[in-house]
């Protein structure tokens, strides 16, 4: 089994900064790619960025210049940056990774964290 889990959210001002992370662990090969996800209440669950294990990385528009994904691949850890923050980037964040546990030939399946809020407000 394998477990994601965020930390990191909170409150925070407009114009303010956070930093989340997510810790992997179990039974894990590899992950390719990891990314955040945040869903506000009454819509859909979004792509904020990915990162893939040779570095790519892939940003929606919203947040492009002002939230950063990097990862520790040694320790299966996974962060988002995120400066200047608005009232719209108030959200559940949520992390993503998609799996191989036993080999580079095992399949790849999707996994989630459990959420972290991020509540932007003065």
């Known amino acids: 089994q394998v477990q994601l889990v965020e930390s990191g959210g909170g409150l925070v001002q407009p114009g303010g900064s956070l930093r989340l992370s997510c810790a992997a662990s179990g039974r894990i090969f590899s992950i390719n790619p990891m990314g955040w996800y945040r869903q506000a209440p009454g819509k859909e669950r979004e792509l904020v960025a990915d990162?893939?294990?040779?570095?790519?990385?892939n940003y929606a528009d919203s947040v492009k210049g002002r939230f950063t994904i990097s990862r520790d691949i040694a320790k299966n850890t996974l962060y988002l940056q995120m400066n200047n923050l608005t009232p719209e980037d108030t959200a559940v964040y949520y992390c993503n990774g998609w799996v191989k546990s036993t080999g580079r030939s095992s399949p790849n399946y999707p996994y989630w964290g459990q959420g972290t809020q991020v509540t932007v407000s003065s």
């Open positions: 990162i893939t294990s040779s570095g790519y990385t």
